[in-house]
């Protein structure tokens, strides 16, 4: 059965909402280090000392409870797991905590509507803005107080130094001789997290040690990992007793640098007292005797389970929570959640993994589909086919799978196989709009701008704010003489989403067939980001008539791109219509791979006939775009040569043709209207 793509979402939300209100190490469950009598606009509020934090962070409903104004700014962050918050910023706020006034905007936290802050206090409070107090923690009340001087008990005490840091980070010296950076981090529920190598290690010296996998959601990331139980475990000369260790999940590696040695989480930050010397960047430790208080991960002698966070589990998973759930398909789904995140910042191959990790759990054809997604972004469409063919092996119906096979078979020129895909897929879903825009691009691939157009519109009908189809139908509109048409579509889509470079570069494009050159190339600067917007404003200036433009727009093509033909060529018809020569461009057409732009190149620099053209072009099949490509290029050859009525006779030619060629058509059509004019005047 076909679930729909927003019921894909909501399954997503669904999942994620489980992982964090259930997870182990979901923040909003564990008590926060607190500052007492902290104050916002002279208001008394509830301010959590988050030391692993980059900067202080405020929640949106705290900001409206105080009274200051939000605007909502981005996305999510990149150190923000995916779906959980966007970022915003409030007006200037007066904040008192740890023995200082600062007055600052403050970023703002906007949870989704699953997401409760409640036990997260009003804000979270990063050390850098309170990095020049001394700071008492006291473990049993989970406190933070400000004081005056430093306390005379702790000079005999452990101590090391502050790094420089947004985050709280301490120098520990090894057992080897290194230093290694630790991160407090008062916000990970955990004890002592280490990135997976040092784990690796930890593991092979700990012969009796039980090792539980545990699922782990927070603010920051989400994932699968383990964790054991250590009865003593030493960074150096800190030696802490009865606390739990964990593998680090990928979200929490934003940390690592080359000395890093890991992260010192609240529980591990229970198992002692902690006194911070702000000022002359010193940090006091004393290890506390055990036993440790309760964690519902590990039942242990003498020590009842938290009545707060009771453990369940199935097979070796642990996570602490109330139900009993499917613990692979929540592993997976956070390890799904991170591969998004990764892959939306172009961290191709930690997404894979991720995904492959998330399939050896949960062999779903959802995640093959989104597996084969990421390879097709990375480049490797062979996987991506294999990867979607294994979806479709598990369920021959996932209509998402043939979708985004057909798209990949498309790109890969398996023309029969890509609207095999996509036709099965509108056999069985007629009522997807998704799996009509699949059809409408396959045949805009392949130059049926007219079936596109049909198939787009019919996705409009059934979703007409489609902006994908809006988009598709636009350029479809455009490249088949339509600008008017276009023009409406792509105004349409821009409103949808206003940032689409690709949306400008076409929009240009139908501009500059209406006449208005001036907003085409406005256009264009705002397409920037999109990688054919050079070319296009190459065709803008050329159709234009502005030749000098166009040339240095062809010549950066030339040198940006490896598709050089069309570029070269448009180059030498400017360079040769101007008076300037072209010196190497028949050496240049002699080195490129067989096509139809060596073959114009063979002719205009007479190593070719223009009946060999012709059957280059045209060939047995009469292929009428290529026939229209042909009759352009052979006018411009004519234009070149002053035979103005053999250049006409070929671009009216061009122009009869039923099939038209994208490019050449519009060329030709200036050229005719520029002949046109000459001989008015």
Excluded at 268 to 291: C, S
Aim: glycine share 8%.
């Amino acid at each position: 059965m076909k679930t729909p793509r927003r019921g894909f979402e909501l399954l997503g939300q669904s999942l994620l909402l489980l992982s964090i209100l259930l997870a182990g190490g979901c923040r909003t469950r564990e008590a926060r280090v607190r500052f007492p009598n902290a104050t916002v606009n002279g208001q008394p509020a509830r301010l959590v000392f988050d030391s692993g934090s980059d900067q202080t962070r405020i929640f949106q409903q705290s900001a409206d409870h105080f009274g200051l104004k939000i605007v909502v700014t981005a996305p999510p962050e990149n150190t923000v797991g995916k779906g959980i918050a966007r970022s915003a910023v409030s007006e200037p706020a007066v904040l008192q905590v740890g023995g200082q006034e600062l007055t600052n905007q403050l970023p703002v936290l906007l949870p989704p509507w699953f997401m409760s802050t409640a036990n997260l206090g009003d804000m979270l409070i990063s050390w850098h803005d309170v990095r020049r107090s001394i700071l008492v923690f006291d473990p049993s009340n989970r406190v933070i107080h400000s004081a005056l001087n430093l306390p005379s008990q702790v000079t005999n005490w452990l101590h090391f130094k502050i790094c420089p840091d947004q985050q709280l980070y301490l120098e520990i010296p090894l057992a080897d001789g290194t230093r290694a950076a630790f991160l407090v981090d008062t916000g990970n529920p955990g004890g002592v997290i280490l990135p997976p190598a040092k784990w690796d290690e930890w593991q092979k010296t700990q012969t009796n040690a039980q090792v539980k996998k545990r699922l782990v959601a927070n603010i920051g990331g989400y994932g699968a990992t383990q964790e054991a139980w250590a009865d003593e475990l030493s960074l150096g000369p800190l030696t802490l007793s009865d606390l739990p260790v964990q593998r680090m999940i990928h979200s929490e590696l934003r940390h690592e640098t080359a000395n890093f040695g890991g992260t010192i989480g609240l529980y591990a930050l229970a198992r002692m007292e902690m006194v911070l010397d702000g000022p002359n960047q010193q940090a006091y430790l004393r290890p506390l005797p055990p036993p440790g208080p309760a964690y519902g991960h590990f039942d242990r002698p003498g020590i009842k389970p938290d009545a707060k966070q009771p453990a369940t589990g199935q097979g070796d998973w642990t996570v602490v929570g109330d139900l009993r759930l499917d613990y692979q398909t929540l592993a997976a789904s956070a390890l799904v959640d991170s591969a998004f995140s990764k892959s939306s910042r172009g961290l191709f191959a930690g997404a894979l993994a991720d995904l492959t990790q998330a399939i050896a759990l949960t062999p779903s054809p959802d995640y093959f589909r989104y597996r084969a997604s990421v390879r097709r972004l990375s480049h490797d469409l062979a996987g991506a086919v294999a990867d979607c063919t294994r979806a479709l092996e598990l369920d021959p119906n996932h209509g998402d799978s043939l979708k985004q096979r057909a798209l990949i078979e498309s790109a890969l020129g398996r023309t029969n196989e890509a609207f095999q895909d996509v036709n099965r897929d509108l056999e069985l879903y007629p009522l997807d709009p998704e799996a009509w825009l699949t059809r409408g691009k396959v045949r805009a691939e392949h130059n049926d701008l007219i079936g596109s157009i049909d198939d787009l519109s019919h996705c409009l009908t059934l979703q007409s704010n489609n902006p994908a189809a809006l988009l598709g139908r636009g350029y479809a509109r455009t490249w088949s003489g339509q600008p008017a048409e276009a023009l409406r579509d792509l105004n349409a889509a821009l409103k949808l989403n206003p940032g689409n470079p690709e949306a400008y570069a076409h929009r240009a494009f139908a501009k500059c067939l209406l006449g208005d050159f001036r907003g085409a190339l406005s256009d264009c600067a705002h397409a920037r980001k999109y990688p054919g917007t050079l070319g296009i404003r190459a065709m803008i200036y050329e159709i234009q008539g502005d030749f000098e433009s166009a040339l240095a727009d062809w010549s950066r093509m030339i040198k940006s791109t490896n598709d050089v033909g069309v570029s070269a060529l448009h180059r030498h018809f400017l360079l040769q219509r101007m008076g300037r020569p072209d010196e190497g461009f028949a050496s240049f057409v002699d080195s490129w791979p067989a096509g139809w732009e060596k073959s114009v190149g063979l002719f205009i620099t007479g190593k070719s006939s223009e009946e060999a053209l012709k059957r280059s072009y045209v060939g047995e099949a009469g292929d009428q775009q290529a026939t229209c490509r042909y009759y352009y290029y052979l006018g411009m050859a004519r234009l070149l040569a002053r035979d103005q009525v053999g250049a006409r006779q070929a671009w009216e030619a061009c122009l009869a043709t039923e099939r038209r060629d994208l490019g050449s058509f519009h060329f030709a059509r200036a050229e005719l209207s520029r002949l046109n004019g000459a001989r008015a005047r």
